[in-house]
């Protein structure tokens, strides 16, 4: 992941672009800050040199009143625009149904107008959503999601991450700080005792499919730091379309919620893992299904001894899971 600086102008996310290019950095290895005095070499619009890209006309107008929007997420948006023109469709923006066109035109509607471009309400994350499609095909349309306003304030959308022929699926509530970061479930704190927990269990992630309830980060500043917020019943609701998509795609055999707000979202609100943790109950998503606390409360814990307890805890409800499936 590269972190570009750039001065908050049209001109100055022009130069940063064109280097990229030129690299051949995609838009999911980059993240933008807006900074001072940065420097990159110049995009040019007009073929001069042999090397120059070449984009439409059209792009760079829209990319310049787009600039001028306060969405933090418009120069993420813009370069995936332009990665698109560039490497996979010319005439990307005269499809009007495309969700990364329909969130480029967003930055230039004022926020709360109507727009023909945009999710109508109570719709979430459903028209982004590719029929039938493969893990691959759905995580390159859930890059370009906007069925919630997650969206706005998140560096990325963190899709799952994991075997497309598991047996497990493991759902989480929605990225960490540094899940945004990655693009990547599981990889801060809680992926680390998640990890832990499952060798200790007999499990090899990279035999399983891992993922979460929402799939944008929801946070709050405080100082310089940015703070998890809890995601609502609307915002699990909008992006349940990709978690039903996602078990369609690998058919696990077993599906383990991790915490209350993947157990609520699958199994219903009125739920308890307090109650239930551990336990196998009937659900039409997979043969086998379970819930158990999210490994995040593991570090909450008062004390080592409290911490040690949890972890064992956690640990034997995995087992469970990985016993049911052996031969």
Known sequence: MQTIEIEPTFESWQEAARALLREGVPPVQVRWREGREAHQPSLRAEPAPSDAVRVPRQFLELARQASAASDPARWQILYDTLWRLVHENRDLLKDARDPGVRRLQALLTPKGAPTETSAAPGEGAAPF???????????????????CDLYHHATQTVFGRGSAEARIVFIGEQPGDQEDLQGAPF??????????????????????????????????????????????AAEIAACRPWLD???????????????????????????K?????????????????????HPSSI???????????????FTDDLRVVADALKP
């Open 129 to 147: 959503v590719p029929v039938n499609a493969g893990l691959g095909e759905l995580k390159a349309a859930a890059a370009h999601c906007q069925g």
């Open 187 to 232: 990889v801060g704190p809680a992926g680390e005792v998640f990890e832990r927990a499952l060798a200790d269990a007999g499990l090899a992630r990279e035999k399983l499919y891992v993922t979460n309830a929402v799939k944008h980060f929801k946070w709050e500043p405080r100082g310089k730091r940015r703070i998890h917020q809890k995601p609502n």
């Open 245 to 271: 998509a996602e078990i369609q795609a690998v058919k696990p055999r077993a599906i383990v919620c991790l915490g209350a707000t993947a157990a609520q979202a699958l199994l219903g609100r009125q739920f």
């Open 273 to 293: 893992v307090s109650v239930h943790r551990g336990e196998f109950v009937p659900s039409p998503l997979a043969p086998l299904v379970l819930a158990t606390v």
């Open 299 to 313: 570090l909450r814990a008062p004390d080592d001894d409290a911490r040690r307890d949890e972890m064992r805890r």
